[in-house]
């Protein structure tokens, strides 16, 4: 057993993948405790709760590694909160689109091997990877079943994220599902999808990377430090979550059936080189765009545009 990492917190998300991960937890908590690891169970019954108890656990130095049970969302909050820490990232996905995992070669589908994954990189050392910061530059958003003691006219406050940000096609697609009462579960995407195709028309952009001001239409517009969202769509093929780079993605106008044919391409990360497919690298890009859009961070509601997004270096020591 490794002689770096002993404590480990295990948090859950009891909401991933309709409470699939429910299930899962107790699994990799046991292989954790076979192992030999000394663990403790982080689960709460909201994401406020969850974010507390983690802060709380990271600060007072009681663990030295946090694995998560769940999908995209868990591991966003995992990584806003260790970023900068000495605390390691371990994920088991147990969500519905699980990309960070994916992204970063854990296993999916198979709980058994993302465990012996996960304590095979106990032994070694973390792996240091970049992680995105975004900030919104404008307040007075509320979102969709805020409290009015949540709204305000300041900025919501910086937000880091592992895998995208989505200012386009997909951002307009999750706004839409998060205002629809009906259908709940995945169908609420479904349907958010098909409403948003329906409408579907490029926006106008101002994409400033380095300093260097881009105005561009775009139907679909991403920045990415790991290449994959949405459960696979490999919007960035080459991205690295090493290299303190951030690589920003945009989808020139095109008709509903082109758009749609891209799909399968962007899946299989073949849209490379396509004359509608640009992209952009740099360490500090800000997305404007003159219509309202609110900006999504590994499917994580995030605020209108304008925002800034930029990258720590290595902030995050990985279990991969
Ligand atoms: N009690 C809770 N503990 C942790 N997270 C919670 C809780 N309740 C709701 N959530 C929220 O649930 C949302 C979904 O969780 P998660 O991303 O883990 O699963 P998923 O949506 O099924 O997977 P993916 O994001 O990979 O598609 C996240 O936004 C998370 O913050």
Excluded: Q, W
Excluded at 109 to 129: F, K, M, N, Y
Excluded at 151 to 170: E, K, N, Q
Excluded at 231 to 256: E, N, Q
């Amino acid at each position: 057993m490794s002689t770096r990492i002993r404590t480990i917190a295990v948090a859950v998300n009891p909401a991933a993948a309709g409470g699939a991960s429910v299930h899962v937890a107790p699994v990799v908590v046991d292989s954790l405790r076979a192992a030999g690891f000394e663990v403790t169970v982080a689960a709460a019954t909201s994401e406020r709760a969850l974010r507390e108890r983690l802060v709380a656990l990271v600060g007072d130095g009681g663990v030295e590694a946090l694995v998560v049970v769940g999908g995209d969302g868990l591991v966003n909050l995992a990584v806003d909160v260790l970023a900068g820490s000495a605390v390691a990232l371990g994920i088991v996905p147990a969500g519905t689109g699980n990309d960070a995992a994916r992204e970063l070669g854990i296993p999916l589908g198979s709980v058994a091997a993302a465990c012996d994954h996960l304590i095979a990189a106990l032994e070694r050392e973390p792996r240091r990877t970049d992680v995105g910061v975004i900030t919104p530059e404008s307040g007075a958003d509320m979102p969709p079943g805020a409290s009015e003691a949540e709204d305000g006219t300041s900025p919501p406050p910086p937000r880091r994220f592992l895998c995208a940000v989505s200012a386009g096609f997909d951002a307009l697609v999750n706004e839409r599902a998060n205002s629809l009462r009906f259908p709940r579960g995945p169908h609420r995407y479904t349907v958010a999808l098909l409403l948003e195709l329906a409408r579907l028309r490029p926006r106008r952009y101002r994409l400033t990377v380095d300093g260097v001001a881009h105005d561009v239409e775009s139907v679909l517009l991403a920045v990415a430090n790991l290449g994959s969202i949405g459960g696979g769509m490999r919007i960035v093929p080459f991205a690295s979550p090493m290299d303190g780079t951030l690589d920003a993605l945009v989808v020139a106008p095109l008709g509903r059936i082109r758009f749609l044919r891209l799909f399968p391409r962007v899946f299989a990360g073949r849209h490379v080189g396509l004359d509608v497919v640009s992209f952009h690298s740099g360490s500090v890009i800000r997305i404007e765009c003159d219509e309202p859009i609110v900006a999504y961070a590994d499917g994580e509601r995030i605020g209108p545009l304008p925002v800034l997004i930029s990258v720590e270096k290595g902030a995050l020591g990985v279990l991969t």
